[in-house]
């Protein structure tokens, strides 16, 4: 997949790499306690799907996941959709999504709906992302297997579920205290199951926006809510070499942003912006909340 030159930005390296600014949390904060980095589970000991027959893949995945045959075989169909509008580009996201049932982290009343082309509802006024903009987002950040990633926005968790199967290193932020514990409960009770790998996801609830700079650097970030500009704490915690994708712009129709943080011969960093579309669509997603219940803007 080709895209346009990027846009450039060069900051001064003291300023890219200084610490950010003092964390806020939110009161009575939750911290989910996950497995230290000597002792996560080796998810590259999954079994992986197989990638050329839709039979086989639903064979496979209900004799060694215990997953619903009629979703699995919604999910190989969407993912081939991906795959078609090249919003899946690599095995290893195509095999992340396909282990990932999407249909565990919807609610009860839009299981059903799972694998359809479309946003879900999970309440507290929030969504799950509509999977080919999950799939893109993922893709763009071609996460390593011993990669830092921070995913702000936790949601229903899905996302971090799928880059459970990417990094043994995944942690996600929400800002919403019942739906971070909600969704904390559920990583542990599936962890506990058939899905040892989401016992690997570190989470708290706070305010996104500050991060979480005692776990960074991040080789990658992926933010999953919609502001005008890029947190400079983000862009601090991003590692040198490292790639961010956030939506960036007004509500309603942002630009769904690959950020690059490349360090130069002379040692100046540049951060490149590259919108994952092209210029062809715009993207909307929730408010990036905070704190007061407001929206972060600049």
Same mark, same amino acid.
């Given at each position: ?12 390296r003291?300023?890219a @790499? ?14 989910r306690?996950?497995a230290?980095?000597?002792?996560? $589970? ?9 990638? &050329?027959?839709r039979?086989? %893949?639903?064979? $496979? ?9 009629q ?33 565990? %982290? ?14 879900? &509802? ?5 969504t799950?992302?509509g ?10 950040? &071609? ?9 702000i ?25 019942p739906?971070?514990e ?14 040892? !790998? ?14 979480? !700079? ?5 080789q990658?970030?992926?933010v ?14 991003l ?15 942002q ?7 490349? !360090?130069?011969?002379?040692g100046? @960093? ?11 669509r ?5 408010p ?11």
């Amino acid at each position: 997949m080709s895209f346009r030159p990027p846009s450039r930005l060069r900051i001064g390296r003291r300023k890219a @790499l200084g610490l950010a600014a003092g964390m806020a949390v939110l009161p009575g904060a939750l911290r989910r306690s996950f497995a230290q980095d000597d002792t996560r $589970f080796d998810f590259t000991t999954i079994e992986r799907p197989p990638l &050329d027959s839709r039979q086989a %893949f639903i064979d $496979f995945i209900t004799a060694t996941r215990g997953d619903d045959p009629q979703m699995a075989g919604r999910r190989w169909d969407r993912c081939q959709a991906l795959i078609g509008n090249s919003d899946l580009w690599q095995d290893k996201e195509i095999e992340a999504f396909l282990l990932t049932p999407r249909e565990i %982290f919807a609610l009860e009343r839009n299981r059903a709906r799972a694998y359809e082309h479309a946003f879900l &509802d999970i309440g507290y006024g929030v969504t799950i992302s509509g999977p080919h903009i999950v799939g893109r987002m993922t893709s763009a950040l &071609d996460v390593q297997p011993d990669e830092r990633t921070l995913e702000i926005g936790t949601g229903s968790g899905y996302q971090s579920a799928i880059l459970a199967y990417l990094t043994r290193n995944p942690y996600s932020i929400e800002i919403i205290e019942p739906l971070a514990e909600r969704t904390t409960a559920l990583y542990a009770e599936l962890a506990g199951d058939r899905f040892p !790998e989401y016992g690997n996801i570190g989470t708290k609830a706070a305010d996104g926006y500050f991060g979480w !700079e005692e776990q960074g650097p991040f080789q990658k970030i992926i933010v999953t809510a919609a502001i005008d500009h890029i947190p400079p704490p983000l862009l601090q915690q991003l590692d040198v070499g490292g790639v961010m994708v956030i939506p960036v712009g007004p509500p309603g129709a942002q630009t769904l942003l690959k950020v690059s943080k490349v !360090e130069e011969a002379d040692g100046t @960093l540049t951060i490149t912006r590259e919108d994952l579309y092209q210029g062809r669509r715009k993207v909307s997603f929730v408010p990036f909340t905070n704190t007061e219940g407001g929206t972060w803007s600049q």
